[in-house]
């Protein structure tokens, strides 16, 4: 309540320096507002979508991964349950599907980031 009756004072010493004096009444009238407007959070939403990047991302796999995957690939053609037309690389360097009779199976090789210090 402090902070309303200074607010209240200095609106009226500030309307009053500027040559328009005014009443108590419309002095917290003015300070009401004033507060009221701090609560109020204002959102904006545009209309039109965000633009896209125009690079395209390049995704860095390591050598690691690519060797590991290549051997995954090769030791499922060495298996005598998986022909070789069962076998589809969805992803290069992270995803293998494989088909033995009606199962089916994803390979998904993840490799994982440091942990952060």
């Known amino acids: 309540m402090k902070d309303f009756e200074k607010l209240v004072t200095s609106i009226m010493k500030e309307c009053e320096n500027n040559g328009e004096p005014v009443t108590r009444e419309e002095a917290e009238e003015m300070a009401k507002m004033e507060l009221g407007a701090k609560e109020i959070s204002h959102y904006a939403q545009s209309?039109?979508?965000?633009?896209?990047?125009?690079?395209p991302k390049t995704v860095k796999v390591s050598d690691n991964k690519k060797s590991?995957?290549?051997?995954?690939?090769?030791?499922?053609?060495?298996?005598?349950?998986?022909?070789?037309?069962?076998?589809?690389?969805?992803?290069e360097n992270k995803l293998?599907?494989?088909?033995?009779?009606?199962?089916i199976f994803k390979i998904?090789?993840?490799?994982?980031?440091?942990?952060k210090k």
């Open 47 to 55: 209309t039109e979508p965000r633009k896209k990047s125009e690079k």
């Open 68 to 91: 590991i995957f290549q051997t995954i690939l090769q030791n499922l053609t060495r298996n005598e349950l998986i022909n070789q037309e069962n076998i589809q690389v969805l992803s």
């Open 96 to 103: 293998i599907q494989v088909q033995i009779g009606e199962d």
């Open 108 to 115: 998904d090789l993840i490799q994982k980031r440091p942990n």
